[in-house]
Structure formats: structure tokens, C-alpha cells
């Protein structure tokens, strides 16, 4: 009989509103929807009750919390124990090493004995939402908890991102049925970005300040992302996906899409990890090998990635920085490039190009754009463009006869938004230039 709404499913249950609309999508659950209410078949929820299977997220996060001891997991291989001090967000007690190898890389000391409490204090406060986010700090009111680094326990510290998770030592909870990779999780069809932070959620873990929300679509995992106040970052990652597709072959960037969503508009590309890859950000990277200091940071990091066996990094890099350039990236920090590595096989590859947002001078006012030169600063390894540019040795892979054109096509993509009016034609002689610089220096 379909007469349990969610909200008393989720109270017989003793688990989250979002997990009962998991087992709802996954047909765990039979139930129906009326006038845009989910209810349930109540002889179901009874039975699911009476019978509670033992795999599954943890139904009080805060007893989960304060569990005496937790093992810090890499997809299925237990990786450490520790214990967390949820008033502080640090880490102590990991002093039980099980596979150092699988460790987050720069956690572990050089023999693999050892785990810094630091490290892994501040690798996990860049594991969830960044304060400066847009309405997290009345969400954390909203959700009774003292601070950002506590969302992750609400699902077991799981991220679409990589394969870290955590569990209570000794329990009987299992990857296979907790993961987000190939769990579907819950998710309203609109609302607050944050809606599902709290819940069975990626979103606990998405790091960075610009709005984000994870979306299951056919089967697959979608990252949504917003804009500031001209919403020109989710054209400018759609431009840039169109630079990358006359450049590059598939597989070396993700590909993003213009969409509106909530009356917005926003990005969108698919996860580009599969369920046993992870992402390691270059900041991490850099702590492989101690620093030398007649090494450049770009020589430091490109003796880091042989250390781990990656050989064509030259090639990668030299992509990134001429691609960056093209569409006058400012923000390719430490986090947003880096390494892909299989957990299984602990190979590693570059990461394909994601995230080139803060470019094509979005973070400029219209009325001192006519007062801005088109040099721009760049990261990550000179602020000077030019000198940035003159790392890349190699440039046998640029046809730069498919630059033709690029700037009236990023141009006539940018009018679509009403905010660019007074923009584009600045924009258009900034890409123009760039393109000619590129072309008079690679052609």
C-alpha cells in the first residue's frame, strides 16, 4: 500500500531522507509518485526494517563521528587507522600504517612508517566545502554542526574525485555498496546548490569557492557549476572546451557544456575518473621529491611526475600553458592540474585539462576594460605570460591553421549572455592578439 511518505520511511528506517530516495531510485524501495510527492509501499519499508541489511552509510553520523577509532580507506584496501577530533578537525592516533603505498601522497614519511597528523589534517580540510562558498555558513547552521570539515562524515568522507573513504574500525561496511562511482545518489530535480549537502552526497566533498552540485544523468556522474555575478565562467568553459577540441584529442580534456539551470546559467562535464582512478592534484605531486633550490618550480614539478614514472609530462604541461594562454587563464593553481593514478595499478598519467573558468579577463569590471592591457598574470609557474609561454620546448603538436576563426566564434558565444554587452569586442581583439603571439611564435 503506497501511503509512507519519505520523511516517515527515512524515520522507520533510521536513515537520511536522501538515502531513502536512493533505495527509491535503485527500486529498493516500491513506491509512486502523486502530485509531486514520493510515497512508498509501507509493507516494504517494514520488511526493509525488520531485516536491516548490515551494508550501507552509517544512519546517525554523529554516533558515527564519535566512534573510538576509524580506518581510512583507498577504494577497497585499508590504508591507516586514526582517530578524529571532530571539535578541531585534526587528525591524531594514525599510528597504524596498512598500506602506505595507497597513503595520500605527501601523508606518509619516506620509508612508509609513518603518518603525519598535519598532513593529513590538511589534506582533509580540502577535502569539503571552502568557507568562502556562497551560503555554506547558514547551511551549516541549518545542519547543527560547527564547521565545513565535519560534512564529510555525513558520507563516509566519499568523493567523486577519488577513492578515499572512511569507516569505523572493525566494521562491516563494504565499497562496493557505499560508493558514489557506482551508487547512484540522491538529488532534487532544482533548488539551493547546497540542497544536498548533509545528505548521502558528493557534494560534502566538492571542493572550491565557485557553486557546484553533482547530478546523476543516464548513468553517469555530472558536475553542475555556476558563475559569479556575470555568470561568464560557465561560457568561458565552454569556449575553451571548443579551443581544446580544434587542438588536443580526446581524452586529454574534459569536455564542458552550456546549460541553464534554476534560471542560471552553468557548466557541465562528466566525472573523467572511472571507479578505480583518483585525482592527485599537482600541489600534492610537488611533495614527491624534497625541493631543489636551483630547480624552477615547472623543473621541480616535472621531477616529481618522473619520480612516479610519468614520463610524457613535458608534453602535457606544454599543452596546459599554450591552451591557458589562448584563452587568458589566471587561475591554473596547484589544485586544479595534475596526476590521474589507477588505485589498483598505482600507474599514473597526466590529468586531462578541466577547470579553465577564470580566464578571457571574467574577473575584470566592463567599465575598466578599455583600460586593461591584454597581458594578463598567469599561474602556475610565472606570473609573466610570455615567459610561461617560452617553457614549452615542443610544440610539434599545435596546428595553429586550427586557430582560424577562434576568436569570432568565442565571441559570438559570449553575446548569448545579455551581462557581455559592452564585453565582447574587448575580448575579441584580447583573443585575437593571443592567437597572433602563439602563431608568430610556434607556426
Request: proline share 5%; charged share 25%.
Given at each position: 500500500?503506497?501511503?509512507?511518505?519519505?520523511?516517515?520511511?527515512?524515520?522507520?528506517?533510521?536513515?537520511?531522507?536522501?538515502?531513502?530516495?536512493?533505495?527509491?531510485?535503485?527500486?529498493?524501495?516500491?513506491?509512486?509518485?502523486?502530485?509531486?510527492?514520493?510515497?512508498?509501499?509501507?509493507?516494504?519499508?517494514?520488511?526493509?526494517?525488520?531485516?536491516?541489511?548490515?551494508?550501507?552509510?552509517?544512519?546517525?553520523?554523529?554516533?558515527?563521528?564519535?566512534?573510538?577509532?576509524?580506518?581510512?580507506?583507498?577504494?577497497?584496501?585499508?590504508?591507516?587507522?586514526?582517530?578524529?577530533?571532530?571539535?578541531?578537525?585534526?587528525?591524531?592516533?594514525?599510528?597504524?600504517?596498512?598500506?602506505?603505498?595507497?597513503?595520500?601522497?605527501?601523508?606518509?614519511?619516506?620509508?612508509?612508517?609513518?603518518?603525519?597528523?598535519?598532513?593529513?589534517?590538511?589534506?582533509?580540510?580540502?577535502?569539503?566545502?571552502?568557507?568562502?562558498?556562497?551560503?555554506?555558513?547558514?547551511?551549516?547552521?541549518?545542519?547543527?554542526?560547527?564547521?565545513?570539515?565535519?560534512?564529510?562524515?555525513?558520507?563516509?568522507?566519499?568523493?567523486?574525485?577519488?577513492?578515499?573513504?572512511?569507516?569505523p574500525y572493525d566494521s562491516d561496511l563494504r565499497w562496493e555498496d557505499v560508493n558514489f562511482f557506482q551508487n547512484d545518489f540522491a538529488e532534487t530535480e532544482a533548488g539551493d546548490w547546497l540542497a544536498e549537502v548533509g545528505l548521502d552526497s558528493p557534494d560534502n566533498t566538492s571542493d572550491g569557492v565557485l557553486s557546484k552540485r553533482w547530478i546523476c544523468e543516464d548513468g553517469k556522474r555530472v558536475l553542475l557549476k555556476g558563475g559569479t555575478l556575470l555568470e561568464q565562467e560557465p561560457f568561458n568553459e565552454a569556449i575553451a572546451t571548443e579551443l581544446h577540441r580544434r587542438l588536443l584529442t580526446s581524452g586529454e580534456y574534459v569536455p564542458?557544456?552550456?546549460?541553464?539551470?534554476?534560471?542560471?546559467?552553468?557548466?557541465?562535464?562528466?566525472?573523467?575518473?572511472?571507479?578505480?582512478?583518483?585525482?592527485?592534484?599537482?600541489?600534492?605531486?610537488?611533495?614527491?621529491?624534497?625541493?631543489?633550490?636551483?630547480?624552477?618550480?615547472?623543473?621541480?614539478?616535472?621531477?616529481?611526475?618522473?619520480?612516479?614514472?610519468?614520463?610524457?609530462?613535458?608534453?602535457?604541461?606544454?599543452?596546459?600553458?599554450?591552451?591557458?594562454?589562448?584563452?587568458?587563464?589566471?587561475?591554473?593553481?596547484?589544485?586544479?592540474?595534475?596526476?590521474?593514478?589507477?588505485?589498483?595499478?598505482?600507474?599514473?598519467?597526466?590529468?586531462?585539462?578541466?577547470?579553465?573558468?577564470?580566464?578571457?579577463?571574467?574577473?575584470?569590471?566592463?567599465?575598466?576594460?578599455?583600460?586593461?592591457?591584454?597581458?594578463?598574470?598567469?599561474?602556475?609557474?610565472?606570473?609573466?605570460?610570455?615567459?610561461?609561454?617560452?617553457?614549452?620546448?615542443?610544440?610539434?603538436?599545435?596546428?595553429?591553421?586550427?586557430?582560424?576563426?577562434?576568436?569570432?566564434?568565442?565571441?559570438?558565444?559570449?553575446?548569448?549572455?545579455?551581462?557581455?554587452?559592452?564585453?565582447?569586442?574587448?575580448?575579441?581583439?584580447?583573443?585575437?592578439?593571443?592567437?597572433?603571439?602563439?602563431?608568430?611564435?610556434?607556426?
Open positions: 500500500m503506497f501511503d509512507t511518505t519519505v520523511h516517515e520511511a527515512s524515520t522507520l528506517l533510521g536513515v537520511s531522507v536522501g538515502r531513502v530516495h536512493q533505495l527509491i531510485k535503485s527500486g529498493q524501495l516500491p513506491a509512486e509518485q502523486l502530485a509531486g510527492i514520493w510515497l512508498i509501499d509501507r509493507n516494504s519499508v517494514l520488511t526493509r526494517a525488520a531485516n536491516k541489511p548490515q551494508p550501507g552509510r552509517p544512519s546517525d553520523p554523529s554516533g558515527f563521528r564519535r566512534a573510538a577509532r576509524f580506518l581510512l580507506m583507498n577504494r577497497t584496501h585499508e590504508v591507516l587507522s586514526f582517530k578524529f577530533d571532530a571539535s578541531t578537525g585534526e587528525f591524531f592516533e594514525a599510528d597504524e600504517i596498512i598500506d602506505a603505498a595507497r597513503a595520500p601522497l605527501s601523508v606518509m614519511s619516506p620509508r612508509g612508517t609513518r603518518a603525519s597528523k598535519v598532513a593529513l589534517s590538511y589534506w582533509w580540510a580540502h577535502r569539503t566545502i571552502p568557507k568562502a562558498r556562497t551560503g555554506i555558513e547558514e547551511k551549516l547552521r541549518e545542519l547543527g554542526i560547527a564547521d565545513t570539515y565535519d560534512l564529510p562524515f555525513r558520507s563516509l568522507g566519499l568523493s567523486l574525485s577519488d577513492q578515499y573513504w572512511v569507516k564542458y557544456e552550456l546549460r541553464q539551470w534554476n534560471d542560471s546559467y552553468v557548466s557541465a562535464c562528466p566525472n573523467f575518473l572511472s571507479s578505480t582512478e583518483e585525482l592527485i592534484p599537482a600541489y600534492y605531486v610537488n611533495e614527491v621529491r624534497p625541493r631543489d633550490d636551483r630547480a624552477n618550480s615547472y623543473r621541480h614539478y616535472v621531477d616529481c611526475c618522473h619520480a612516479l614514472g610519468v614520463e610524457n609530462i613535458e608534453d602535457a604541461l606544454g599543452k596546459m600553458i599554450v591552451c591557458d594562454y589562448l584563452v587568458a587563464n589566471t587561475d591554473r593553481h596547484w589544485r586544479n592540474f595534475g596526476l590521474v593514478r589507477d588505485v589498483e595499478t598505482l600507474e599514473y598519467r597526466p590529468a586531462p585539462l578541466f577547470d579553465s573558468g577564470s580566464s578571457l579577463w571574467c574577473r575584470v569590471p566592463t567599465r575598466e576594460l578599455q583600460y586593461t592591457p591584454f597581458v594578463f598574470d598567469t599561474r602556475p609557474f610565472f606570473d609573466d605570460s610570455s615567459r610561461q609561454l617560452r617553457l614549452v620546448d615542443d610544440a610539434s603538436w599545435l596546428d595553429c591553421d586550427q586557430l582560424a576563426g577562434f576568436a569570432e566564434w568565442a565571441t559570438d558565444f559570449l553575446d548569448e549572455n545579455v551581462s557581455m554587452y559592452g564585453r565582447t569586442d574587448f575580448v575579441f581583439e584580447g583573443i585575437q592578439s593571443l592567437v597572433d603571439h602563439v602563431v608568430a611564435v610556434f607556426g
